[in-house]
């Protein structure tokens, strides 16, 4: 069974940075899709980015685009979200997810394997 599981965050002050990480369980991703969606209480569940395994295209939320960076390790079947200048919005649980195809990279809705989400909290 596929299994993502997220780490790194925590509590952090504006202006500072923080590694996420998501591991995924033995699975060639070639033809896939591995996003980082992040979502606070009675907000919809929000893109913020995207990398295609095949490639390393990335893909940026408007709203983190200069300041967080996607990247994959193949070797290790990981996929960092280096998030760095964190302001108080960016607080959420951020969720990894991957999915199979090449479209739709930001729809929430089409990503079939979903981690437990880890807790981002940026205070003022």
């Known amino acids: 069974q596929v299994q993502l599981v997220e780490s790194g965050g925590g509590l952090v002050q504006a202006g500072d940075s923080l590694r996420l990480s998501c591991a995924a369980s033995?699975?060639?991703?070639?033809?896939?899709?591995m996003g980082w969606f992040r979502q606070t209480p009675g907000k919809e569940r929000e893109f913020v980015a995207a990398?295609?395994?095949?490639?390393?295209?990335?893909y940026y939320a408007d709203s983190v685009k200069g300041r967080f960076t996607i990247s994959r390790d193949n070797a290790k079947n990981t996929v960092p979200l280096q998030m760095n200048s964190l302001k108080p919005e960016d607080t959420a649980v951020y969720y990894c997810?991957?999915?199979?195809?090449?479209?739709?990279?930001?729809?929430?809705?089409?990503?079939?394997?979903w981690g437990q989400g880890t807790q981002v909290t940026v205070s003022s």
């Open positions: 997810a991957g999915k199979t195809g090449f479209y739709d990279y930001s729809d929430y809705r089409r990503y079939v394997y």
């Open positions: 033995g699975r060639t991703f070639s033809g896939y899709y």
């Open positions: 990398i295609s395994w095949n490639y390393g295209s990335t």
